[in-house]
């Protein structure tokens, strides 16, 4: 069965630094998601993804986030200054166009742990 | 500010009983509505979504919508042990965003 790829599984950080959190899509599919979950906290949306432009983002999603399809497989998110409160597990997720486009599918997770 | 609200729980039920989960929205203009089963330290899956007010059976999960009410929940019939998780229930507006609920946690006890 199809599905959603994150890598690394676990990323740990000192603050101030960049990471970058790689996530393979479904491939048939054309919508792109990034949520995080602090732990114990709720599922937060952070970016939809759609025809290489952010379609919608949250308020967590500042300067300091940035999304990118660097091919035509691989969909990144990068934080480009890590603090603290960064550390979540940070989920992909990918679904298709037309009727089941509302359908997300969920990577495993990043856990990022900034230090 | 749109909400979904969920009780926390945790809701315990015995093997064999149903379990019912609830939740309430806020924006009046949601148009999907999604049960997502969570296991500790694992990903969302999705179980159920749920476009119209009224019922949909999937096996032994029932989604159930009154957008009049704001108001979808979720039955678990024969429920087992290993149904024991988080339960988010997720919610779409017109737009790309989805917003989760906390979730409610269920315990099966065997």
């Known amino acids: 069965e199809p599905e959603v790829t994150q890598t690394p599984s676990h990323q740990v950080t000192q603050m101030g630094q960049e990471v970058i959190l790689r996530c393979v899509p479904i491939?048939?599919?054309?919508?792109f998601y990034w949520y995080r979950q602090i732990l114990g906290q709720k599922v937060e949306f952070l970016v939809s993804?759609?025809?290489?432009?952010?379609?919608?983002k949250s308020e967590i999603f500042d300067d300091q986030f940035s999304v990118e399809r660097p091919d035509g497989s691989n969909f990144t998110l990068k934080i480009r200054s890590t603090k603290l409160e960064d550390s979540a597990m940070y989920f992909c997720?990918?679904?298709?166009?037309?009727?089941?486009?509302?359908?997300?599918?969920f990577g495993a997770g990043t856990r990022l742990s900034v230090l | 500010q749109k909400e979904v609200e969920q009780n926390s729980g945790p809701l315990s039920v015995p093997e064999g009983a149903i379990a019912s989960l609830n939740c309430t929205y806020s924006d009046r203009g949601s148009q999907s509505f999604f049960w997502y089963r969570q296991y500790s330290g694992k990903s969302p899956e999705l179980i159920m979504f749920i476009y119209s007010n009224g019922d949909k059976e999937d096996g032994r999960f029932t989604a159930q919508l009154n957008k009049a009410s704001q108001y979808v929940s979720l039955l678990i019939r024969d429920s087992q042990p290993s149904d024991s998780a988080t339960y988010l229930c997720?919610?779409?507006?017109?737009?790309?965003?989805?917003?989760f609920g906390a979730g409610t946690r269920l315990f099966v006890k065997a």
């Open positions: 993804f759609y025809n290489n432009e952010i379609s919608e």
């Open positions: 491939s048939n599919h054309l919508y």
């Open positions: 997720a990918s679904s298709e166009v037309g009727i089941s486009k509302n359908i997300q599918y």
């Open positions: 997720a919610v779409k507006t017109g737009g790309f965003k989805t917003i």
